[in-house]
């Protein structure tokens, strides 16, 4: 059992060793007990501080003996993370405590969150009410605009990234966006021109053709995540190339036809942050956050008052635009969902003879893999 938020939608690369197992105990000080996540570079543990008497959360990347560029790039990558997330102090983001390195593993300390992800407050409870959407979505784009403003694009903004802390006696808990794994910075010297690096189904158009992104890549992100709040359901859907051709020319069903009783102003919204062209979605992440809460909110919070983010918990919105009722507090365990995400880093030229087979597990949850064209389209 762990008290930590379950892995709910881990990102993988393609191409990597599986992690080791790793030390007991790290730099001398972080003992590790549960693993409580495991993805794209590595492990995540729950941990006991010795030195600070508490919990915090470590995630882990093994270090390999004679790295190959993948290797050498993903824990440089690591790296790159722990110093863009530690130049964001933001209540919103995810607090990182401690970076290191030895021989064997890189490593990063930060806050522990009791709760849940995003991804498994919405498989466990479906969408929730709508002020709950308002709220979860303001603080989102709250961290965004901060990582905007201090020039990092986060580039995986999806619901398994977003980490829910319990602590409300309803709702979804308070909001940390975590998992600046493959970040983007200014000076980012590990950016090669034509690399893709995201999770397919919420990535934009921009990022999927392997072209420059910008923070608007990000918003077109936290559109996917307010059309999964809102439906239950992701725009665009499915394996490549199908995936692709969607996301490139596709307009997505607008939400208010997928679940009765929306507001009419959120398909304008959604259409908007899932524009095509960069130039064409807001302008930045309080822009959008703004048109949420108008959209969202009942007259006069969404015009004269719009909560600050993270401002605890929302009132509860009554009447048939409310959705279902907030869902019962899971308890500690809570079941660990298996949807797929896929961090891809291959060159753009390779695109046309790669794809992406959706494949589905023994448990019926779907998993994505990096693949050549014909090599596992079962
Ligand atoms: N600070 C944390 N507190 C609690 N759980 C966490 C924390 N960070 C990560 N996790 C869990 O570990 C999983 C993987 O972590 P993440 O940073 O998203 O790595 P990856 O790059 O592997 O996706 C998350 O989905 C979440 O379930
Ligand atoms: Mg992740």
């Known amino acids: 059992m762990t008290p930590a938020v379950p892995d709910a939608e881990a990102t993988l690369v393609a191409g990597l060793p599986a992690p080791g197992a790793v030390p007991e105990i790290i730099s001398g000080r972080y003992e590790l007990r ?126 398994s990234n977003v980490l829910l802390e319990m602590g409300l006696e309803e709702g979804l808990g308070e909001v940390r966006l975590s998992d600046f794994g493959i970040a983007h910075t200014e000076a980012d010297e590990l950016t090669v021109a034509g690399q893709i690096l995201g999770t397919p189904s919420v990535m934009a158009p921009e990022q999927l053709r392997g072209e420059a992104v910008d923070r608007r890549t990000d918003l077109w992100a936290a559109g996917v995540v307010f059309y999964e709040m809102l439906t239950g359901e992701r725009p665009f859907k499915g394996a ?70 993270a401002a605890g918990p929302a009132p509860p919105v009554a009447g048939p635009a409310a959705g279902p009722p907030p869902p019962s507090r899971p308890g500690r365990a809570l079941a660990i969902g298996l949807a797929g995400g896929l961090v891809l880093g291959f060159a753009a030229g390779q695109l046309a003879d790669r794809a992406l087979v959706a494949i589905a597990d023994a448990g019926g949850a779907a998993r994505e893999w990096l693949c050549r064209t014909g090599e596992a389209g079962r």
């Open 240 to 309: 490549m190339p199908g995936l692709f051709h969607g996301i490139q020319h596709a307009d997505p069903t607008p939400p208010t036809r997928l679940r009765a009783g929306l507001p009419a102003a959120v398909d304008a919204v959604v259409a908007r942050a899932l524009a095509k062209a960069q130039a064409d979605r807001f302008a930045d992440a309080e822009a959008m956050a703004a048109a949420i809460r108008a959209a969202l909110l009942p007259e006069p919070a969404g015009r004269d008052a719009p909560p600050a983010p």
């Open 34 to 159: 549960d693993s409580i996540g495991r993805g794209a570079f590595g492990e995540v543990f729950e941990a006991h501080d010795r030195v600070l008497g508490r919990l915090v959360a470590v995630k882990t990347v093994p270090v390999a003996r004679n790295p190959g560029p993948e290797r050498r790039e993903s824990v440089r990558r690591f790296q790159l993370e722990a110093r863009a997330v530690s130049r964001l102090t933001h209540p919103n983001i995810i607090t990182v405590h401690d970076f290191g390195q030895d021989e064997h593993f890189a490593w990063i300390v930060m806050e522990l969150v009791i709760g849940e992800t995003l991804a498994a407050a919405l498989r466990r409870a479906g969408p929730p009410p709508l002020a709950e959407t308002a709220r979860v979505m303001s603080a989102l784009l709250s961290a965004l605009h901060a990582a905007h403003e201090r020039g990092i694009v986060h580039r995986d903004v999806k619901p």
